[in-house]
């Protein structure tokens, strides 16, 4: 029986990355996956609850190094939404995620975007006393351009609120491209639609932390299996197979922070596709 992936920490090297949960969804699998089939998802029961409903993990991440505290994507914030078709999404344990962390908002020093759909970005503020303030006010802001252009000044249901999340980034926000380095071993890669991060930890490995190129474990073994927010499902795919060869390196972690059960974990090789190793 698929759970929401729990919060959790790594360390490798002088690096620390911590799993932030904020909730997640419970959603009609052949919805979130058009391509996919109710004969296809027989093959996977595991992924599935009681009632054959996708179960889908949402939250952000925190990565710890030197004098940096850096945030990756705020969550989905403290909301319920009813996608028709598909099913809830429901947020709202970010903030105490992070409060267990024993951290305080102000400590954050960087807030990276991967990119501004909705479930990533909901706890850019909150509300206290009666007024929306930044959830770390201390932070830089950063997301790609291309990303920021492209849902600024929209009110999209599934892009960042006008009012909670793209005014207060307004005069903040600066752009990261692939390459750069938000902090000594944190560096940015470009994964078409989003960024990804690779945390470097030296001869202890590396974990990559790879956004939205994957929703669900299936895809691993069904290629074609695109999701229904992907703008460019055969971009999503290439994006997709091209990453491979990073993620299956020896000594590579990979963080997914949409899979259930556990969103740390090992790709590897298994046969002609790929297979999900959860971290013990």
């Not at 990261?176 to 470009?190: C, F, M, N, R, Y």
């Not at 460019?232 to 899979?259: K, S, V």
Request: glycine share 10%; with cysteine.
């Amino acid at each position: 029986m698929p759970n929401q992936a729990p919060l959790r920490s790594v360390t490798i090297g002088d690096k620390t990355v911590t799993f932030l949960p904020d909730g997640g969804g419970t959603l009609a699998p052949t919805a979130l996956f058009p391509v996919s089939s109710a004969e296809g998802w027989q093959s996977y029961p595991s992924l599935l609850d009681d009632d054959g409903n996708f179960v889908t993990s949402v939250g952000g991440f925190l990565i710890k190094t030197g004098d940096k505290l850096i945030a990756v994507d705020t969550g989905f914030g403290a909301l319920r939404v009813d996608f028709p078709g598909f099913g809830p999404l429901i947020g709202g344990d970010y903030h105490k995620s992070f409060s267990a962390t024993g951290h305080q908002r102000e400590d954050v020093t960087d807030v990276i975007f991967t990119h501004l759909h909705l479930d990533h970005v909901g706890w850019t503020t909150l509300e206290v006393d009666g007024q929306r303030e930044l959830m770390y006010p201390n932070a830089r802001y950063w997301c790609a351009q291309a990303e920021w252009e492209f849902w600024h000044g929209g009110n999209s249901p599934i892009g960042p609120h006008p009012e909670f999340v793209q005014k207060p980034l307004e005069n903040l926000i600066q752009f990261v491209q692939d390459g750069d380095e938000i902090a000594p071993g944190i560096k940015v890669v470009s994964t078409p639609g989003h960024l990804s991060l690779v945390v470097d930890g030296g001869e202890a490995g590396r974990i990559f932390l790879t956004a939205d190129v994957f929703h669900g474990v299936a895809q691993l073994t069904e290629s074609d299996w695109a999701v229904a927010f992907d703008n460019d499902p055969t971009l999503a795919r290439t994006t997709r197979e091209a990453l491979y060869t990073q993620l299956t390196q020896p000594n590579t972690l990979c963080a997914i922070n949409h899979f259930s059960n556990e969103v740390f974990g090992h790709i590897t090789p298994a046969g002609e596709r790929y297979a999900w190793q959860l971290l013990s």
